[in-house]
């Protein structure tokens, strides 16, 4: 069984930065992808950015060149860096580990909120 706990959301002015973490508890290992999703008001829940287990990242086009994602294996942590966050940044963050191998399963943390004001 994992568990995630999201921290470091909050309000923040348009321009602004936030890093976003997301400790895990239990056993990670194997093939899997790590990732942040984000759902605003009204909008269904979207990818943010993933990390593999080997290290691969991907993001939304819309983050591309503003946000890093990156992990640090010996805290069991998983981070987001938000750089020049824009009004249409404002969502819940949510941390996602999928295990794929050797066993699969899917969980989520209970969500950070992220507010940017112009």
């Known amino acids: 069984q994992v568990q995630l706990v999201e921290s470091g959301g909050g309000p923040v002015q348009s321009g602004g930065s936030l890093r976003l973490s997301c400790a895990a508890s239990g056993s990670i290992s194997g093939l899997y992808v790590m990732g942040w999703y984000r759902q605003a008001p009204g909008k269904q829940r979207g990818l943010v950015a993933t990390?593999?287990?080997?290290?691969?990242?991907n993001y939304v086009d819309s983050v591309k060149g503003r946000f890093t994602i990156s992990r640090d294996n010996a805290k069991n942590t998983m981070y987001l860096q938000m750089n020049n966050l824009k009004p249409e940044d404002t969502a819940v963050y949510y941390c996602?580990?999928?295990?794929?191998?050797?066993?699969?399963?899917?969980?989520w943390g209970q969500g950070t909120q992220v507010t940017v004001s112009s």
């Open positions: 990390i593999t287990s080997g290290g691969s990242t």
């Open positions: 996602n580990v999928l295990l794929l191998i050797p066993v699969r399963n899917n969980y």
